[in-house]
């Protein structure tokens, strides 16, 4: 194909941090619908979302030790770089991008501090029976409770349309950039541009 950029493949996402994004969704979807359509009881949903804090403090870590592609100051860009990327967003072809490219950074770096608020503000609640609460419930004021909770109810929602969007993004690069990014999750290798 003559307008084809050179590209190779390179091991992009290390096996950790592929452990990390599957286990995290699993554990985001099973806390949320546990929340919304679980049983009375609380337990199962706690322990989803302690699954969630042990996995935000790994990334967390991972951003400043990880390899290369993992970490934070090799996907977060300036103003710049995200408009000089947003507008190539629609042309239909790959980005060969080697990483998380600057406009989808932010789509994980929202990602990730909703799924904190999330976790803080649920220690912080306590259940409409008063019968579950999380551990920093006894430790705050109950305002402070009635506020953790009413985020937490907001935050399930906010958390809804990031994944709903991160999905959507995900299947436009399948199908209209052309480019498999969610392979590259599964395996860890991704094509990119030969320099
Ligand atoms: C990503 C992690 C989490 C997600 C997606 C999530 C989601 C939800 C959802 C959807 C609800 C129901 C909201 C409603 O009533 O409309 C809920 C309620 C609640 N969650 Fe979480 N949650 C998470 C983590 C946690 C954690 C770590 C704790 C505490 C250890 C926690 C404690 C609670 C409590 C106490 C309620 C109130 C239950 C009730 O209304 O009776 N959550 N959560
Ligand atoms: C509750 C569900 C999900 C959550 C909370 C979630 C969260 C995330 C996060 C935080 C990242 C950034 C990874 C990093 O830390 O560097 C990410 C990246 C990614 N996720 Fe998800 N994810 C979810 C579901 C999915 C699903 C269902 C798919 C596949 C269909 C998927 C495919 C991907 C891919 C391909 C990337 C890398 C994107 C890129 O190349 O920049 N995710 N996801």
Redesign the pocket.
Known sequence: MPDRPPVREMKLWDPL?RG??WL??FF??AAWLLGNYGPTSMTLHFWCGYAVTFLLVF?LIWGFVGPEP?RFSSFLRGPKAISDYSRHFFLREPSYWP???PL?ALS?IA??AA?AAQVLTGMMSESENFIDAGPLASSVSAATRKTAKSYHDFGADL?LVL?LL??SV?LFYRFWKRED??K??INGRKQVRRD
């Open positions: 941090l990390f994004h995290l969704a985001v979807t990334r993992a990483g998380h490219n989808g994980v990602m990730l799924l958390i994944v991160h999905v995900l990014l969610i590259s999750m």
